[in-house]
């Protein structure tokens, strides 16, 4: 069975500065691993995710994430926050070959002027 | 394209009540689902739909909770009667053969 662990409920950054969201994966097969981000009042949307190839991968909006099989976590970045940044972001594993993922709890991003 | 279509957007409801939800995925996916997003937590997998066969449905508490998805197109949800607990945004995604899911707006369902 495939889990997700999100560190921080809220992570909140002033404007311009570096965006780190953590995520710690537990799977006992080669994961699949996503990065979803969800607006108020709005559904999931993919932001990136990690089927096996590069390790450092980029996504929308200019986030990225790297996986680190030896620290099991896939830790999501951006250079410099925008506050339309503001949102929850999930986390989530799935089965390698499967786009079905089990999602981590959220953290809610808060970004200040 | 369009995306996925979800009514309606907020519901609030006693318990015991009965309520459905509606779902039209993107033109041309054949598989469709149903998560249930309690506030706090992250989305929860109720059921898959292939075409018009359920895929899996081991999270769905089929004492209250039931889906179709006749002619395997647009799918409802019900629950039948509600429980406090049930109070949740009820989100629908599709995909195309199995890939990348693409997800509705949800429905916020208040049971009081």
């Known amino acids: 069975a495939q889990s997700v662990t999100q560190l921080g409920s809220h992570v909140s950054v002033s404007e311009g500065a570096l965006v780190l969201l953590r995520c710690n994966y537990s799977s006992s097969v080669p994961p699949y691993l996503f990065w979803y981000v969800q607006y108020p009042n709005q559904g999931l949307q993919l932001l990136l995710k990690?089927?096996?190839?590069?390790?450092l991968v980029k996504g929308i909006n200019g986030f990225e994430a790297e996986f680190k099989k030896s620290e099991t976590s896939f830790h999501l970045t951006k250079p410099s926050a925008h506050m339309s940044d503001a949102a929850e972001y999930f986390c989530?594993?799935?089965?390698?070959?499967?786009?079905?993922?089990?999602f981590g709890r959220g953290t809610s991003l808060i970004v200040h002027p | 394209e369009a995306g996925v279509a979800q009514s309606p957007r907020y519901k609030i409801i006693e318990k015991r009540q009965s309520v459905a939800f509606w779902c039209n995925p993107i033109s041309g996916h054949a598989t469709l689902y149903w998560y249930q997003q309690i506030l706090g937590q992250g989305p929860k997998l109720l059921i898959q739909?292939?075409?018009?066969?359920?895929?899996?449905d081991s999270q769905l508490p089929k004492d209250r909770f039931s889906a179709e998805r006749l002619k395997g197109v647009d799918s409802t949800l019900k629950i039948q009667p509600a429980k406090l607990e049930d109070s949740a945004v009820y989100l629908c995604a599709s995909s195309w053969d199995s890939n990348e899911q693409f997800f509705g707006p949800g429905t916020r369902l208040t049971v009081l």
């Open positions: 990690y089927t096996s190839a590069a390790t």
């Open positions: 989530a594993v799935s089965d390698s070959g499967s786009y079905i993922p089990t």
């Open positions: 739909f292939q075409n018009n066969g359920v895929v899996d």
